[in-house]
T-cell receptor, first 114, second 113 residues
């Protein structure tokens, strides 16, 4: 089945710096990709849903890059601020396009220091 | 607007005792429903999913069971808790189409002592 590796597991940056998180996946037929944010003690909130046809996806204060050739999904938080401190999870929808086959990365705990 | 409500918010239980966690979705008919488990500081593990009333699929065996007695309700339970059941349990729903985003409940923190 689909394997998703997320790195780094922990990331600490200063306010204003960029924070870069990467997920690699194994199923070349994966078609939908998600980034979720989980603040301490809270549930997961969707940051962005990405289709396999779009390589560069701009959000508010972040960019999501999809490299299908390398099977890599990246989240780049530009000019991070303390409110970005949270755990971030990527999720990949496997072949067949069913949420029943959604595979999550192990998460990255981001700490932004002021 | 759709809402998802999980109960209880937190539980402290003894090893060997039973457990029942619940999840209700309002404002959405026939959702796909999911249970996820997150070990303390850890990754998300999908436990169960359901696409219709009375039908539940198990994704991983953790000595837990799930049921969907109504279209808007998903129950996670066990008759005998283990220490390894401690963690954060998240219920989620998605629309009945492929590859829609998940909407997560606020979660239940379970401590097994």
């Amino acid at each position: 089945g689909e394997q998703v590796e997320q790195r780094p597991p922990h990331l600490s940056v200063r306010e204003g710096d960029s924070a870069f998180i990467t997920c690699t996946y194994t199923d070349p037929n994966s078609y939908y990709f998600f980034w979720y944010k989980q603040e301490p003690g809270a549930s997961l909130q969707l940051l962005m849903k990405v289709f396999s046809s779009t390589e560069i996806n701009e959000g508010q204060g972040f960019t999501v890059l999809l490299n299908k050739k390398d099977k890599r999904l990246s989240l780049n938080l530009t000019a991070a601020h303390p409110g970005d401190s949270a755990a971030y999870f990527c999720a990949v929808s496997g072949s067949g396009g069913s949420n029943a086959k959604l595979t999550f990365g192990k998460g990255t705990k981001l700490s932004v220091k002021s | 607007a759709q809402t998802i409500h999980q109960w209880p918010v937190a539980e402290i239980k003894a090893v060997g005792s039973p457990l029942s966690l619940g999840c209700t979705i309002k404002g959405k008919s026939s959702p796909n429903l999911y249970w996820y488990w997150q070990a303390t500081g850890g990754t998300l593990q999908q436990l169960f999913y359901s696409i219709t009333v009375g039908q539940v699929e198990s994704v991983v065996q953790l000595n837990l069971s799930a049921s969907r007695p109504k279209d808007d309700q998903f129950i996670l339970s066990t008759e005998k808790l283990l220490l390894s059941h401690s963690g954060f349990y998240l219920c989620a729903w998605s629309a009945q189409v492929s590859n829609e985003r998940l909407f997560f409940g606020h979660g239940t923190k379970l401590s097994v002592l």
